[in-house]
């Protein structure tokens, strides 16, 4: 081969390995604006597809020409190691990001990753549907975050399964829901007349959402204190769990079925109950199954609970744009236009009021009486059961944790021996990690 | 395992045409600068590979080590020196004993299965057979299927009222729990993996299988020798070194399992199937132990270190 071809070839390949040291860098090539008055770019730090918020953001620049709103999306696994090796190296970049249900806010805040935004604390709650849903992102009076979407818990019903197993549907006033027991015997009735291959699923089996309120029913509170000691060996947890233990081992609740099954198998008609969120109702409507809903149950003798919360946002401390990245939050949470577009996409409960309103009205007429009593089932239990997952140091390892007990139970473990094992190991690793 | 094997005959091969050109007396001052020359553009062609080689290897791999002498805390984020409390903490800690027993059992169990199952495969798929071509196409298939797919196809399967058990109920056998049971689930989890990796390593053992001369047979014929004594006395010593390149590389590439874990049973039932991967993974992206998860990761580098030794010592026991 000739020289040119050489020398064309190494310039080629200077000109690469050049373009690989700028792709290496490119990444965390972010901007926020200079100090000129006009075009501030804010970067806004989520865990979803970035469609999830565009509709929202598209409507916030409408309204706000001077501000772009860039997403940055993180897969969910890698969100909050991410963002704390970001904001752990100066946060450069980030204006906005999502902070999960939990001890997330609590977290961030020792950290000094949060702005501290109670100014907006006022309007927040008079927006939103239940003041427990602002003051739960509370952490030592100062509010940290604000949630544009919330959830709560159901109990869907296969009404034709339901007839043919000669049980009764549950009620649908959410003053007056069944108990678990009352649950567990209607179960089995549909298991002994065979009028389903499932008498009972869960949305989300195995993990702390899906189970914190059967805990918190039966007494047993949250699971973990305030100082990170976990229990789930009380009478209460251990009520729920041997509960739990029970369904599987007697067949009315399948093992070896993974989450993203559970909505499909009820939607196919072969399953007569299925505890699921708001969200069940578009799951359920697409099967063209009868189908009713009504409140979460609870424990006998103990207090009405239903799991709640979603993602909710916040203000990153280290933001050069303070104002206009609050101005976006009031405009997701606050604004009842563009609460409404930041849940529309997803499909998930709005936290506003009006936005909420028209929520409730829209499912409630999307499948006749099946949905009717929806709305007011959904108030009802944000107003007054609902239990926000604890705000603890340590609650990142918990959660995993708690799952991990859970499946381990849902598999045949002894809930006694099991639950003592978690509480040791995950108090121990809290410990460890403080 | 494979782009470093490469590597290193490639390397071997340049130190030789290098050397060759050394001694040779200069003739002129033209044909030294001319080798300079040549020298530079190969530095110069090498080095988006060494680029990428430093920012995704090396650089990761340093910060892997320096965080497993870090402690984070939870509750600030504060990051400071905690020489070999990690390693310590790591080391004595029962949950970690398990995960290495567990890794190392399922390693034990599988890698061999695979190799004699591809290499039956192999010699099988070598006679002349009809459609010899489709059989060996539809061994091949499953390797194609990214390990995630792999995954969710199989936990369909492998449900309680799944299409096995249908199976098993339908030839007699009882129903078996696969991966809701802590003494069944790994053993799930090596059927699935068998099931995609089998066609892939055939591929290696068909290629070793070609380069053995048809002399040697025609010898053996002659000889007097049948198929038996054909395949003990030729076939199979001289497929040792594929086979060995195969039982490595599978090694590396067991050790390494992530995705079936994680889609399938997150570790469980009771740690049954908490593989070194899973555990990594749990530990620093879940647990939020970052220092000890970066440890986990210099030990499993050192054990697979290990395991790469023993692979050039199998290549080279071949060669002598």
């Known amino acids: 081969m000739g020289q040119p071809t050489t020398r064309t070839l190494s310039v080629a390949a200077a000109i690469g390995a050049g373009l690989l040291v700028l792709a290496g860098c490119g990444g965390s090539a972010t901007n926020s604006s200079g100090g000129g008055d006009e075009e501030i770019t804010l970067t806004f730090a989520n865990a979803d597809p970035a469609e999830t918020w565009a509709a929202v953001i598209e409507g916030f620049e409408e309204q706000h020409p001077g501000i772009t709103v860039k997403q940055l999306n993180i897969p969910y696994a890698q969100y909050t190691s991410t963002i704390n090796q970001r904001m752990g190296s100066g946060g450069e970049g980030i204006d906005l990001m999502v902070v999960d249900a939990g001890g997330a806010a609590l977290d961030w805040n020792n950290r000094g990753y949060l702005a501290d935004i109670t100014d907006l604390r006022e309007d927040a709650i008079a927006a939103a549907v239940s003041e427990s849903m602002v003051t739960a992102r509370e952490v030592d009076g100062k509010l940290l975050a604000l949630a544009p979407w919330t959830t709560s818990q159901f109990l869907y019903y296969n009404v034709d399964v339901l007839a043919a197993a000669g049980v009764e549907a549950p009620p649908s006033d959410p003053a007056t829901p069944w108990t678990y027991e009352q649950l567990t015997e209607a179960a089995r009735a549909v298991q002994s007349a065979g009028a389903a291959e499932y008498p009972l699923l869960f949305d989300q089996w195995d993990t702390y959402y899906q189970l914190q309120m059967m805990g918190v029913s039966a007494g047993g509170g949250d699971g973990i204190d305030a100082d990170g000691v976990v229990d789930f060996s009380d009478d209460g947890w251990q009520h729920a769990l041997s509960w739990y233990h029970g369904l599987f081992e007697d067949g009315l609740s399948p093992r070896g079925i993974t989450n993203d099954k559970n909505g499909a198998l009820f939607q196919e008609g072969k399953a007569a109950f299925i505890i699921s969120g708001p969200w069940g109702v578009s799951v359920a409507n697409a099967g063209g199954i009868d189908y009713g809903v009504a409140p979460a149950p609870y424990f006998e003798g103990g207090e009405a609970a239903t799991s709640t919360d979603s993602w909710a946002v916040g203000v990153s401390s280290k933001t050069e744009n303070l104002d206009a990245a609050k101005e976006f939050l009031r405009y997701l949470t606050i604004d009842p236009d563009g609460n409404a577009q930041a849940a529309e996409v997803a499909g998930i409960t709005p936290t506003n009021k009006e936005a909420f309103a028209a929520y409730v009205e829209q499912v409630n007429a999307s499948a006749g009486a099946a949905t009717a009593g929806f709305g007011a089932i959904l108030q009802y239990q944000l107003e007054n059961n609902a239990v926000h997952r604890p705000t603890v140091v340590g609650y990142s390892v918990f959660e995993p944790g708690a799952g991990q007990l859970f499946s381990d139970i849902r598999n045949g473990s002894d809930p006694a021996e099991r639950a003592a094992q978690a509480d040791e190991e995950i108090t121990a690793q809290i410990e460890r990690l403080r | ?320």
């Not at chain 2, 936990?155 to 299409?163: M, R």
């Not at chain 2, 060995?244 to 995705?259: D, H, M």
């Open chain 2, 1 to 320: 395992m494979r782009p470093a094997t490469a590597t290193r005959r490639t390397a071997r091969s340049t130190g030789r045409a290098v050397r060759r050109t050394g001694p040779r007396p200069s003739g002129s001052g033209r044909r030294r600068s001319r080798t300079v020359r040549t020298t530079l553009v190969a530095f110069a062609m090498l080095s988006p590979a060494l680029l990428a080689l430093v920012l995704m290897r090396v650089v990761p791999m340093i910060s892997a080590v320096n965080q497993s002498f870090r402690h984070v805390s939870l509750a600030t984020g504060d990051s400071e020196f905690d020489g070999l409390a990690n390693y310590t903490h790591l080391l004595t800690d029962p949950g970690f004993h398990s995960v290495l027993v567990v890794t190392l059992v399922f390693n034990l169990v599988l890698n061999p299965a695979i190799v004699v199952l591809s290499t039956a495969l192999a010699l099988l798929t070598a006679q002349r057979l009809p459609l010899v071509g489709l059989w060996r196409s539809m061994i091949f298939v499953p390797a194609a299927v990214p390990g995630a797919v792999v995954a969710l196809i199989w936990s369909t399967a492998l449900e309680p009222d799944g299409l096995v058990n249908a199976l098993l109920e339908f030839v007699g056998l009882p129903p078996q729990p696969f991966l809701t049971s802590s003494s069944q689930a790994a053993f799930s989890i090596g059927i699935m993996v068998t099931w995609g990796a089998l066609g892939y390593w055939m591929i290696f053992v068909i290629a070793g299988l070609k380069d053995i001369p048809d002399s040697l047979y025609e010898a053996a014929a002659l000889d007097g020798a049948g198929w038996w004594r054909r395949l003990v006395s030729i076939t199979l010593p001289l497929l040792k070194r594929p086979m060995a390149f195969v039982l490595i590389a599978c090694t590396v590439g067991s050790f390494l399992l992530f995705a079936p874990v994680q889609i399938l049973t997150k570790g469980g039932p009771n740690g049954s199937t908490n593989l070194i991967m899973f555990d990594i993974y749990n530990r620093t992206y879940l647990l939020g132990d970052v220092g000890v998860g970066q440890a986990e990761v210099v030990i499993l580098m050192l054990l697979l270190a290990v395991i790469v030794a023993v692979q050039f010592r199998l290549l080279r026991e071949e060669k002598a």
